[in-house]
């Protein structure tokens, strides 16, 4: 929206121009999220208290989250809200991969919603079946899947990249590239989901590998940084750096009120879309792969509940004391706090290590 404002002013003054450059919308763009989420905080805490609106606890779950019982829920509204205004006034709306990335936006976040208004309608864990879940994330992610292929016109734009090594692509044409797209997305939304459960556990990794994956953006989309570093050039793709930042924005703001103890739970609302959010971001720069790296713990979680429920089926018996990961630690007597930073730190280094490929190729 600004935009459309600055070309106006660069004709009075050369100086407006300055804000059209990647690295100073970026900026911007995480502050105004940032600021919006910290001012609306304590407003939408309020009005969800006053509505009702809280967490619903597992009884099967860890003793210590039954005083989390009451908290208000759906959060991640508050991060979707203060997501897309950034990228609306700082984004560039000719851009197509910010439009495929607000849809995905508000389809999961549409999934997540309803997930969530069930759970508090009924006063259940319980929301969407599984089946019913699974159905709204597989159309939503063919959907945009077959909208990427179609808006797409790069050297590597079916091809999948694979990191730490120089110009090996693994070609997957259309049909191909459209089935990868679609269990990235499902799978990263539902992995974040399920790592979605102690407080502050899922939105730092968030974070952390926004920030690793808007670097990757500026770079493919920057011809000379491309160039040099032996990156495949991608026109477009540096509008990705400033919709990362907007999203570190929010979910620091977000982070503000969820750290522990947390005053908000992001909900599915929040973690179905994070998840889809940054799997479509690593699917326009194509690093699908280094995204499976850098989300870790992401993958232990959702691997953990796969494993549990298999051997169960299987033997009547457990690997974990409880799935996903985060609650077999928690029943192992680690504190919450512990096990939350834990993540964090793991997840910072597979962050490094996957930065690490930018010159390791």
Same mark, same amino acid.
């Given at each position: ?5 600055? !070309? ?6 050369? $100086? ?24 609306? *905080? ?14 619903? +606890? ?16 759906? $959060? ?31 389809? /999961? ?9 069930? @759970? ?13 879940? =699974? ?37 997957? *044409? ?7 797209? =679609? ?13 979605? $459960?102690?407080? &502050? ?8 590998? #926004?920030?690793?994956?808007?670097? /990757? ?6 011809? !000379?940084?491309?160039? =040099? ?8 793709? $540096?509008?990705? /750096?400033? +919709? ?6 929010? &979910? ?12 908000? /739970?992001?909900?599915?609302? &929040? #973690? ?58 928690? @029943? ?25 490929? +930018? @010159? +390791?190729?």
């Amino acid at each position: 929206m600004f935009l459309e404002l600055i !070309n106006f002013l660069t004709q009075f003054n050369p $100086g407006f121009d300055v804000l059209h450059y990647l690295t100073v919308r970026a900026v911007l763009a995480m502050l105004a999220a940032l600021f919006i989420s910290l001012t609306l *905080g304590h407003f939408f805490i309020a009005r969800l208290q006053q509505y009702q609106i809280k967490q619903v +606890i597992r009884p099967d779950g860890p003793k210590t989250h039954l005083s989390k019982a009451g908290t208000p829920t759906m $959060g991640g509204v508050m991060i979707l809200f203060s997501f897309i205004s950034s990228i609306v006034i700082w984004g560039d709306w000719h851009n197509a991969y910010l439009w495929v990335v607000v849809v995905t936006a508000l389809i /999961f976040g549409a999934i997540g919603f309803i997930d969530d208004f069930l @759970k508090i309608k009924h006063q259940s864990s319980d929301g969407l079946s599984s089946k019913q879940k =699974y159905l709204a994330q597989s159309l939503g992610a063919i959907v945009i899947g077959i909208w990427l292929v179609n808006n797409t016109h790069q050297p590597v734009s079916t091809d999948l990249l694979i990191p730490f090594f120089k110009d090996w692509t693994v070609p997957l *044409g259309i049909v191909g590239f459209t089935v990868l797209s =679609y269990f990235v997305i499902v799978g990263s939304s539902n992995a974040v989901n399920l790592t979605d $459960g102690l407080d &502050g556990l899922a939105i730092m990794p968030v974070i952390l590998i #926004s920030g690793a994956l808007a670097i /990757f953006a500026y770079i493919s989309g920057n011809y !000379n940084f491309a160039n =040099y570093l032996n990156m495949p050039f991608m026109p477009g793709t $540096g509008e990705i /750096f400033v +919709i990362c930042a907007a999203l570190i924005g929010a &979910g620091l703001g977000f982070l503000w009120f969820n750290t522990y103890p947390a005053e908000i /739970f992001m909900g599915d609302v &929040g #973690s179905l879309s994070l998840g889809a959010i940054l799997a479509v971001i690593a699917i326009i720069i194509r690093q699908e792969v280094l995204l499976f790296i850098m989300g870790g713990v992401f993958v232990a979680e959702t691997l953990s509940v796969i494993i549990q429920v298999g051997w169960y089926k299987r033997t009547k018996t457990r690997v974990f004391l409880m799935a996903p990961l985060h609650h077999h630690f928690e @029943k192992k007597g680690l504190s919450e706090p512990k096990i939350i930073v834990r993540f964090w730190m793991v997840t910072l280094i597979l962050v490094m290590i996957s930065l690490a490929s +930018i @010159k +390791i190729r």
